[in-house]
């Protein structure tokens, strides 16, 4: 009997250490198991509690009455899955008449402490069908991406989101973005990660970073190309907008040759182009695009034009030629000047990190998602790297990158160097590198001498 005690109070001081200081592993061990028996215990009650069950129906009454059984009793869903997932529970119920999915959205947070989970949200994933996905702990504590977590063709894993899924990037969904930030926010983090994930991809990196370049040079052997002053931005930009012209014109070719042939395909963008012929694409990154807008003098004021022009040019035409634009920066609103706006409704999808006031939320959602807004202002300043992506559908999710150092990032851009395509438009802006050195790096990778 002692013996019991001792051993169940061994196991609780465990579980209990697990809980405080490894989360994940405690979930994984008791949690889940902890979780799966009190929803199963409590649902019907607490279904009942949230107003998510149905009144019997007027067959089943009368039938009751009849035969002089108890009248029945408020119906709940029926469950037809519980999936026990890494970081929590997902639960699929179906839908009893009159119900819809927007009552389990509404009961979301009244669910989420009656079954003592830390998130819940709903969704419908088929007629009739609802989802409830539950995190069991807090998974923006500390990000861990799964290993598994693998992207697909111009699409990278970047970041956890609240409901324990990975945020993927997905360029050809969302071919141009924005993510804006205060200063320590997260926003470089963010974009180190992305380089990071778009490394191993068969795409040209190419880099605006007017902070002297601190941010992108470090990773410049996997850049295709990089600026580091607004004066040799202005000229990049120009480049890229005379490739995307020629990768037009490469497509019209196509189209005149397909175009007599009954069953061909059109070719509608670089993706529809024989492997042969596609371009590489590219993902063009500019590191706090203030720095392109701010001017002095009346040059610095032209130079600006040509730049913010040249940024709309490639918003606006760049997807089908395979240019995709990631911009960042503390603020980007209309006293940046003209164009900014302009700009800003092609950069669809929207990542805000943490601001100083409602109107950089604005600047990040006020167009396309407002309740993202509040979402935005009350991420909390111990949390760097937590933001609300959103995109043009109206949706929105809070997101958490993984902590990479740059070291990290550097060794994994140089371990896929071998990747680094060559544009001929952009041969003019390739970074130059220093020779490799015998820097203490791991031996499959090799570091590059940061100046
Ligand atoms: N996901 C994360 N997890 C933990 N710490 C993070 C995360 N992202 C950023 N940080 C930390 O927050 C600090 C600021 O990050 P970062 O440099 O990315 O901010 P920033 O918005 O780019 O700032 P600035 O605009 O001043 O360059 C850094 O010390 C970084 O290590």
């Known amino acids: ?127 009739g069908v609802v989802e409830l996905r539950m995190t069991g702990y807090d998974v923006l504590k500390r990000v861990q991406m799964p290993a598994a977590a693998r992207g697909g063709v111009m699409c990278v894993p970047v970041a956890m989101r609240e409901d324990g899924e990975v945020y993927y990037r997905d360029y050809r969904q969302t071919p141009h973005a924005l993510n804006v930030g205060a200063t320590q926010s997260g926003k470089s983090v963010y974009q180190r990660n992305l380089v990071a994930a778009l490394a191993t991809l068969d795409v040209a990196l190419v ?98 034009d040509q730049i913010i022009t040249s940024l709309v040019r490639l918003a606006q035409l760049g997807r089908a030629a395979g240019i995709y634009l990631e911009i960042c920066g503390q603020r980007f609103g209309s006293e940046l000047g003209k164009g900014i706006t302009m700009l800003r409704a092609q950069l669809t999808g929207r990542t805000a990190h943490r601001v100083n006031d409602e109107t950089s939320a604005n600047m990040a959602f006020g167009d396309i998602a407002p309740d993202a807004v509040l979402a935005t202002v009350q991420i909390r300043t111990d949390r760097p790297g937590t933001a609300v992506a959103g995109d043009s559908s109206g949706g929105w999710v809070r997101i958490r990158t993984p902590h990479l150092t740059l070291r990290r990032a550097v060794n994994i851009a140089n371990s896929h160097a071998h990747r680094t395509p060559e544009i001929p438009a952009l041969d003019a802006f390739r970074p130059v590198l220093p020779p490799l050195g015998k820097a203490a790096a791991p031996s499959t990778v090799t570091a590059p001498a940061i100046a």
């Not at 970073?209 to 052997?221: I, M, S």
């Not at 371009?279 to 807008?293: G, Q, S, W």
């Open 1 to 127: 009997m002692t013996a019991l005690t001792v051993t169940l109070a061994l196991v609780a001081s465990v579980a209990l250490l697990l809980r405080w200081l490894r989360p994940a592993w405690y979930w994984m061990s008791f949690g889940v198991v902890i979780a799966v028996v009190r929803i199963l215990a409590r649902y019907a009650s607490v279904m009942d509690a949230c107003g998510l069950t149905v009144p019997p129906s007027r067959w089943r009454l009368a039938l009751a009455r009849m035969t002089g059984r108890p009248i029945p009793e408020s119906r709940a869903p029926r469950i037809l899955r519980l999936r026990p997932t890494r970081t929590g529970l997902v639960l699929r119920v179906k839908l009893r008449p009159g119900q819809d999915a927007f009552d389990f959205s509404a009961a979301s947070d009244r669910l989420r402490h009656s079954f003592v989970m830390r998130n819940v949200t709903a969704r419908e994933v088929r007629s």
């Open 207 to 304: 880099g605006i970073d007017c902070k002297q370049g601190v941010e992108l040079a470090p990773l410049a052997r996997r850049f295709t190309a990089l600026a580091d002053n607004p004066d040799a931005a202005a000229d990049l930009l120009d480049a890229l907008v005379e490739h995307m012209e020629g990768v037009y014109q490469l497509i019209r070719r196509e189209q005149r040759l397909s175009a007599d042939l009954p069953d061909a395909e059109i070719t509608a963008d670089i993706w529809d182009l024989p492997d042969h012929l596609r371009p590489t694409p590219i993902v063009l990154l500019v590191d706090e695009v203030a720095e392109l807008a701010l001017f002095a003098t009346k040059e610095e004021e032209k130079r600006r």
